[in-house]
Each structure stands twice: as structure tokens, then as C-alpha cells.
């Protein structure tokens, strides 16, 4: 049985196992396709016989990924309206999001 983690990056938490691919929140810095990213907040870790619960993240241990690809998410229109009062504003935004595959938990 492969291992099991829970990480917490951009104010999120993912469930990873080993050669999964993620799309997270965009990763700070210029990083390049195929570099390497550790994620060192690690809440929890499960190898299928123990199970080790941080409070709140377990102290040295980390998960370590590729990034894959960078880009730009679906675009999503933001519409602000009142009615009879002539007022309309429409804005679209497309957030930008890092793609990893795991490669080790440890």
C-alpha cells in the first residue's frame, strides 16, 4: 500500500499519494518545468499501518514534488448590478495555478 499524505499549501489542504498530479494555488518565485518543490507543511502521513496526526503539522516531515506546468485557470465573469439605478460593472478573472506531481512522502 502506498503512502498517504495531507498537506496545506495556499490556504488549502490536499490528500496526495506518490505519482499523483495536483493543481495548487500558484507557488511563489520563478520556477521552472521540472524543478523541484518540497511541501513542509504535513498534517498528516498514513503508510496503511500507522498513522501520525500533526498538532497542527508534523515536525520534519515533508513531501516532495515536480512542478509540471504553470498556468491560468477557467475564467470566471464577476457581475455587480443594481436595478433602476443605470449601475452595471462586469469584470472576468482567471486565477493562476501550479501543477505538481508527487514524487516522494517522507
Do not use: C
Not at 495531507?6 to 490536499?14: D, E, F, P, S
Not at 506518490?18 to 513542509?40: Q, T
Not at 520534519?60 to 455587480?80: D, F, P, S, T, W
Request: charged share 35%.
Amino acid at each position: 500500500m502506498s503512502k498517504i499524505a495531507v498537506i496545506k499549501t495556499g490556504g488549502k489542504q490536499y490528500i496526495v499519494k506518490e505519482n499523483d498530479v495536483i493543481s495548487v494555488e500558484k507557488l511563489p518565485g520563478e520556477k521552472k518545468l521540472g524543478s523541484k518543490v518540497v511541501f513542509d507543511t504535513v498534517l498528516l502521513v498514513d503508510d496503511g499501518k500507522v498513522a501520525k496526526v500533526g498538532k497542527p503539522a508534523i515536525s520534519g516531515a515533508k513531501v516532495e514534488a515536480e512542478l509540471v506546468e504553470n498556468g491560468l485557470g477557467k475564467k470566471i465573469q464577476v457581475i455587480r448590478f443594481k436595478s433602476k439605478s443605470r449601475y452595471f460593472k462586469k469584470r472576468g478573472h482567471r486565477q493562476p495555478f501550479s501543477k505538481v506531481r508527487v514524487t516522494k512522502i517522507g
